[in-house]
DNA sequence: GTGAAAGCGCTAACAT
DNA sequence: ATGTTAGCGCTTTCAC
């Protein structure tokens, strides 16, 4: 009786067991049938799911984790998701999860290694299928290897820490460097900065150490004046060109180190009447959707965000089919845009 | 023996139950012990909390969450996270569930209401403790409803799909465009473009209503070519900028919807060899941190997105303790930034 | 202050 | 094709 009135079936607090009890079957059937199993009837199946349907049957995922030892998350650990570049990244991670039925659970920790293994560690007891890192600057990397020990795939992006044996997918610094220097010497340039970086972290390192080697092969002088520290934000970039237009002989031209640098290097510019491209060439790298969009356009070395996303996520899902792979370093190759903001050489 | 010479403890997978049987004590007083209760002896919290450090352990939450009916994660879904002003939303939420022991589970759905649907089905299987959505633009606000009434507290933010009596944290959009209108009013501006919007989102829509309304109170006519209709995208901003000053009889000034329409208008004004602030005046909504950054500096409504970030987290924490709270709309005071964008209109 | 026991909702052997 | 059974790792009465 109770049972034809039935309780308003609060949907949210069903259960497979209840499924199995009004149809008379058994839990284990219904579980099969909600997954559509080939081993159960047709005629079964549809009754089964037509009946969750009506319910309002809500799949649990921590009951099924706790038997499976899966969770079908991802946790992905980022300094900053406002900084577009990591937004895309993450925009892009989200986006390949999604079509692979996971889900991005996520943590960050504005470059503060406390803060970072802090947020790990809480990570961590969710228990996710994999975890995509962006180290902070300056962490060691304890943290991510005993997450890694713990059994849980571990994927670094963009940064690497180097000698902790875990995979990484990033760009060539080296070759994004160059890149950018072999443009502008091509466009007469000869006194040129490099604006932000520093060398607590790999990719300002690999830049800093590419500069050089390239300067001494191209038979050009180190001005230490012509190296700019800082972070990587539009005020680097604003400060920045700012200190090197006010030097006794100053460059024509900059590369920076990430596009948020080259923008402000741009405001600066403009600020001071001059127009970049055509009075100054500036450089960025990354290539955020918004470089495309300045006027003039940002020239700049890609580094792929979005792809660097994907492949993250490809080599953390594969990671997690097969864990005893060897660590890999998955290093994509940057690629020069040439847009308005790099022109030829005033003399 | 074996247990001397102990097997490798393979961290994450050690549980409650091997502590116990270590120390002689039951998994009950592990549990307690680990969360440190009072109902322990203190000796016996120390032996406990060091064998389970010393072991690795991992605190398994998808068990207790099966257990508590508590998860700990709070489901965040917007449509972009490459959008600043969905970042700084996202980063705020982020910061403050941190803060109170509380995981974001991310989902995006690119303004794609099927995609939406889709996306917010997975996310209740994980059963968060509560969700906090910015609903998908043509989104109709059947499944948030769902979602609520199957329990899960959900709270609306930055956009409000109407009667479906759920939480709102949002800015008054009304109060928005009457600044903006007022502030260009006050500076001498009469023929008043607005850029970007449309009628299918609470933020467009409110906004129109309110420039039609403010137009027939200072007695000025409206013409619909100053009426841009468009996405809240730089390319907007950038495209309707030149359509207007196409005009036979062109605006002296812009009020857009966000602020990336606005750098889109400041970006199309140099282009034409106009200066934003001294040739045309612009104002933007939101006042993303880029805002500031620009020369000139953008000016712009605030509607202190990390603020509505964090009022919605405290609400939807609200809610978890105290599901049966009636729904509250709250609405943020926007207020005027005045910067170097906006200035008086020429003769 | 600590232990025993039950159970959260699901899945996977194994049996039939 | 379906049912039985056991158990994932934790928390929580309720005893002692």
């Keep these: 009786m109770n049972d034809m009135m039935g309780e308003p079936a609060r949907p949210g607090r069903v259960t497979l067991q209840q499924i199995a009890e009004r149809l008379g079957v058994s839990t284990a059937t219904v579980s099969l049938a909600l997954r559509a199993s080939p081993l159960v009837a047709e005629a079964t199946r549809q009754k089964v799911q037509d009946l969750a349907r009506d319910l309002g049957y809500v799949y649990n995922r921590s009951a099924a984790s706790l038997r499976t030892a899966r969770t079908n998350m991802i946790a992905v650990g980022v300094n900053d998701v406002v900084n577009p570049y990591f937004g895309e990244i993450l925009a892009a991670i989200e986006e390949t999860l999604a079509g692979s039925g996971h889900t991005v659970l996520l943590g960050t920790y504005s470059d503060d290694p406390a ?181 003039p356009g940002l020239t700049t070395v890609s580094t792929h965000p979005s792809e660097q996303g994907r492949r993250a996520c490809e080599r953390v899902l594969v990671r997690t089919v097969n864990p005893a792979l060897p660590a890999a370093r998955i290093i994509l190759p940057p690629t020069l845009v040439v847009r308005g903001s790099t022109g030829p050489a005033q003399r």
């Design 115 to 295: 803060k970072q293994d802090r947020v790990l560690a809480t990570l961590k007891e969710y228990r996710p299928d994999g975890m995509i890192l962006c180290p902070a600057n300056g962490s060691t990397g304890e943290a991510l290897a005993m997450i890694a020990s713990a059994g849980i795939p571990v994927v670094q992006i963009t940064r690497e820490i180097e000698g902790i044996g875990l995979d990484v997918v990033a760009s060539d610094d080296g070759v994004a460097t160059r890149l950018a220097l072999d443009h502008l010497h091509e466009l007469g340039h000869r006194r040129i900065a490099v604006v932000g970086g520093n060398d607590t972290m790999s990719t300002g390192r690999n830049r800093r150490i590419t500069y050089r080697a390239w300067l001494a092969e191209k038979g050009l002088p180190l001005d230490p004046a012509l190296l700019v520290t800082g972070l990587g934000t539009r005020d680097t970039g604003f400060a920045g060109i700012q200190a090197l237009l006010d030097l006794a002989e100053p460059p024509t031209a900059a590369v920076c180190m990430n596009d948020l640098i080259a923008f402000g290097v741009m405001m600066g510019l403009r600020q001071r009447g001059r127009e970049a491209g055509r009075d100054f060439s500036v450089v960025g790298a990354d290539d955020v959707r918004e470089a495309a969009m300045w006027a």
